[in-house]
């Protein structure tokens, strides 16, 4: 549960089915990219994340470039960095609140020892920082140290950080057919004990490695928060068995009564209402056939070998290998679309015409886990965000916030004693009917909903 992965794509646009099986694979919360290649006229999405980022200077040829995605699953806050380096960070609450930064420092770009230890200050603790340094350092498993390496090797010292790296190499040098150690990861001292630092075996079509920085005692998967179907619901079954018996309230601690009502409808929600899969949804390729899973698997054997035996036959091998799996790809992406074109007729109706439309165009409804701010806290957690709501309620429901007017006339209201056994037909004795509630409702703005783990709930604003 809970892992961070940092590659350099070389270009994201062109990647984005290399980055979706990586996300399928290790189900990120964080996905840092470096080299992404854009610019801020272009739009990148991905469903079931959101992105941060910033892109490479106006006039530089779209080069550079950051980018965070993260997982909808996480609350998260981004983080507004002032520093001209290329460097984007968030918060995001996995166990507790982390500070996640990815940053890309070009080889031939001259970076002041300054720049990198304010970027370093903004930074809340505890964080991961994540990123190509373009540095070259013995300390994690390069032959020789060069001046970027010492800056940051300074930069660890400096400010007490510890390096994640092991000797594993994160670069494919393609002229000389070389590996390098350039992507690093660094994170806070009270994390270190809590991390483990992978590296993947495959490149994905860029030149460098994706690292995997997870926690060492993830226990399990990521699984989506159980959410309750509502449109297939027993409703007469739940009626029967969210039957609110006056024993339940009937004791002196509040509480204690609450509770047992809360417990009462959950037991007949959880009976009566099916709650979708918490298995996490996997990007779909309607065109992978097996002529693409064939070339895949050809191209993964010729790396291996590579990899053992780094000669020019070898590196052939797998030049062609690749060229071919990216040929088959294409096919079959053309013939897919060409079939899924050809799928839609005069007989296709109106609702499954716009669903085609929508699938095909990759428009989606997005929800993200929301954060509370108060003040200087931030609210991430669902039983601190519902207190921090319930708190702000109980002041507004408070007397202080009322007006003298209204206070009068509910001092004047409560002084009048309560008879619900009168003869006389009062306004509190009759029955109360559905048409009031939608008048009352009528009134009001539409419910803004928030949903907490589990529970959704709804207010006006």
Known sequence: MGSFLSWNCRGIRSKLQDLKVLINYFHPVCVGLQETFLSSNIALKLRGYTSVRKDAATGSNHSGGVCIFTSNLYPITPLNLHTSLQAVAVQVHVRTIVTVCCVYLPPHDVVSQQDLDILVDQLPT???LLG???????LWGSDVTNSRGRQI?????????CLLNNDEKTY??????????LDLAICSPTLLPLLNFTVGSDLCNS???PIIVSYADSGGATQYPPRYLFQRADWGNFMQLANIAESMVSTADITEAVQ??????????????PRCSPRLRKFRRPWWNEACRDSRREEKKRWSIFRRYPTTEYHVAIKRAKALARRIRRRSQRE?????VSSITSSTSSKQLWKKVKAANGIYCESSFPVLKTGNMTRSAPLDMAN???????????????????????????????RFTARSALPYNSEFRMFELETALSGVKAPVPVQMGSHIICFAI
């Open 126 to 128: 505890p964080f991961i």
């Open 132 to 138: 190509d340094f373009n540095g070259h350092s013995t």
């Open 153 to 161: 090797e300074r930069l660890i010292s400096n400010n007490c950080l």
């Open 172 to 181: 494919f040098h393609e002229p000389t057919r070389t590996f390098h150690s």
């Open 207 to 209: 030149d460098h490695f």
């Open 260 to 273: 047992n009502v809360v417990n009462c409808l959950m037991n007949a929600a959880n009976n009566t209402i």
């Open 336 to 340: 897919s679309w060409i079939n899924f």
């Open 388 to 418: 921090t709501l319930g708190h702000a309620f109980a002041q507004v429901s408070a007397t202080d916030s009322y007006s003298p007017d209204f206070v009068a006339i509910k001092n004047r209201a409560e002084r009048t004693p309560l």
